[in-house]
């Protein structure tokens, strides 16, 4: 599913770039205006606020191509793709529970549900703060600007090691906060929509749980599913804001 968010990026964005180039006219129209409207967003709100004009132009591409498929995968993962397509194959082509099908499509369409992806996201971040802070004051400099200048030297035995730890506990934050809203919302629909096999079972009849669906847990299902289109904007916003803002923290040292 990782590489089909990307590939479906790349592709989307690589089209309506190459037909707006090919028209005559300057203004965009249709879903390039849309992608017009993205771009100067993570520009002149995320990026040029956080990194300064001189910079904005260097990190704007990487922000952007975070925001860009975080929302494309976030999205995607409202889709029940994948299971709808393990239920053609077990009861329309009727094969068995460990078919290769099955198999090849086992854990889900949210991949920024899953940890492994978040922390490679975090890692780019991890490593794009290092670069930054090292393009705009040098190696060595970017390195003394961790803690402050001119205190005491037991001070620095205390900060140094706390602002080390604070080096890997933002990509950390980042990696968690991600997964966890993107799975904490998947849990809480299946939970609810588990009280109609729950009622079911124990009441020993099918009516007691189409009751409890159509009652309770289909209107509460569909409301969490409206709350997570909003969350899906919201972590994508999120995540690309706090790796501009821990990149315009390498840029422009304050302590």
């Not at 409202?78 to 393990?86: D, M």
Request: charged share 10%; net charge positive; with cysteine.
């Amino acid at each position: 599913m990782l590489w089909l968010v990307g590939g479906f990026v790349f592709l989307i964005a690589t089209l309506s770039i190459r037909r707006y180039v090919k028209q005559d006219r300057l203004v965009p129209s249709g879903f390039t205006n849309a992608l017009e409207a993205v771009v100067e967003f993570v520009r002149d709100s995320i990026v040029r606020p956080n990194v300064g004009n001189q910079w904005v132009n260097t990190w704007t591409p990487l922000i952007l191509t975070f925001f860009c498929f975080i929302l494309t995968a976030n999205a995607i993962g409202l889709i029940p793709i994948f299971e709808v397509v393990a239920l053609l194959d077990r009861f329309v082509l009727h094969t068995g529970a460990n078919s290769f099908v099955n198999r090849l499509i086992h854990g889900g369409t949210t991949a920024t549900a899953n940890f492994n992806v978040t922390a490679g996201l975090a890692t780019v971040t991890f490593f794009a703060i290092i670069v930054a802070g090292s393009k705009a004051h040098g190696v060595v400099k970017h390195w003394k600007n961790i803690v402050p200048h001119g205190l005491h030297p037991l001070i620095y035995v205390m900060l140094i090691p706390i602002e080390i730890i604070g080096m890997f506990v933002r990509p950390f934050a980042l990696t968690m906060r991600l997964a966890a809203n993107m799975t904490g919302g998947h849990i809480a629909i299946l939970s609810i929509l588990s009280f109609v096999f729950l009622f079911s079972e124990m009441f020993a009849r099918a009516i007691a749980g189409i009751g409890v669906g159509l009652v309770v847990a289909v209107p509460l299902a569909v409301g969490i599913s409206a709350l997570e289109i909003i969350v899906v904007l919201v972590q994508a916003y999120v995540f690309t804001l706090l790796s501009a803002v821990f990149i315009g923290m390498a840029i422009h040292v304050h302590h």
